[in-house]
């Protein structure tokens, strides 16, 4: 009586492995679609679009803690500062950008009777240089 055999291979079947299929597919799919995948996107342009999204939320964030000290400092003094240093916080992590360089900011006039002043702030780039074509500028309303 002749048993069966169990195994891997089987003598004289030719076929096909799991892992072979699974190579030709992603050949396939990388020629149908290119490096960028089926969302037209690569990974790296995904993560320069967040990291740039991440450094728009920072700067946001530091207008309104700026604001928020400019007013506290007009509040104790009577006048409104015009450098970091005048209100002690020109070493202070929270008004760098992202590349460690210090933030400057100025007050802008406010539009017309009872409404509130602007705050603009500027981020050096990447150079860490001012006035030069990478500079971030970011705006926002100074809260009372």
């Known amino acids: 009586m002749a048993h069966a055999r169990h195994g891997r291979s089987r003598p004289g079947f030719v076929g096909f492995s799991l892992v072979g299929i699974l190579v030709v597919m992603a050949i396939i ?12 996107t ?52 929270a008004f760098r950008d992202a590349h460690g360089t210090m933030i400057r900011f100025r007050l802008l006039p406010s539009e017309g009777q009872g409404q509130t002043a602007t705050i603009e702030i500027t981020s050096a780039g990447e150079d860490t240089e001012f006035d030069t074509p990478d500079d971030e500028v970011t705006t926002g309303p100074m809260p009372l």
């Open 42 to 93: 690569s990974a790296v342009q995904q993560a320069q679009r967040s990291r740039q999204y991440a450094e728009t939320v920072v700067n946001q964030v530091n207008v309104q803690q700026l604001g928020i000290l400019i007013a506290q400092h007009e509040m104790m003094n009577g006048s409104y500062p015009t450098t970091l240093e005048e209100m002690g916080m020109e070493h202070h992590p």
């Open 29 to 40: 799919l990388f020629l149908q679609f290119g490096p960028t995948g089926p969302g037209g």
